[in-house]
């Protein structure tokens, strides 16, 4: 019974330290922003949990596309538009954690595009985008 007072003191920081992670997340709950999906968008795009776009494929319209991005998941993500393995336009939108969103334009013609994400590890959140 030599370890029984080693064993109970990382008892106590077991527990301490699961405390602390709930008042964390508690605090940040309440805290979360809020957005509202715009009516007049072309193109709206959600990341979700875990790491992955809400659609398989995403479609718009050919000419200047208003793209809204909004965050469901909780790592933060930044989409651009590629056709084959490079970016096209200059579209980038970010966003950080979960509730961000962000909002841009890019000009496509009609054809076969992905909807990427540049973090790294987040290879598959690369879903087709058809513009027509
Ligand atoms: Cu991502």
Aim: charged share 20%.
């Amino acid at each position: 019974m030599s370890f029984a007072f080693p064993r109970s003191r990382s008892l106590v920081g077991v527990v301490a330290g699961t405390a602390l992670v709930l008042s964390a997340c508690g605090g940040g709950g309440t805290t979360t922003p809020e957005y509202s999906v715009p009516t007049d968008a072309d193109l709206v795009v959600k990341a979700v949990p875990t790491i992955r776009w809400d659609a398989n494929t995403y479609t718009a319209p050919a000419g200047e596309i208003d793209v809204f991005l909004a965050n469901d998941d909780s790592v933060k993500h930044v989409l651009v538009v590629r056709q084959g393995d490079k970016v096209v336009g200059d579209l980038e939108l970010v966003v950080g954690s979960r509730g961000d969103f962000d909002r841009g334009t890019i000009t496509l013609e009609a054809g076969e595009y992905s909807i990427y994400c540049t973090i790294p590890g987040h290879g598959n959140m690369n879903s087709p985008l058809i513009v027509s």
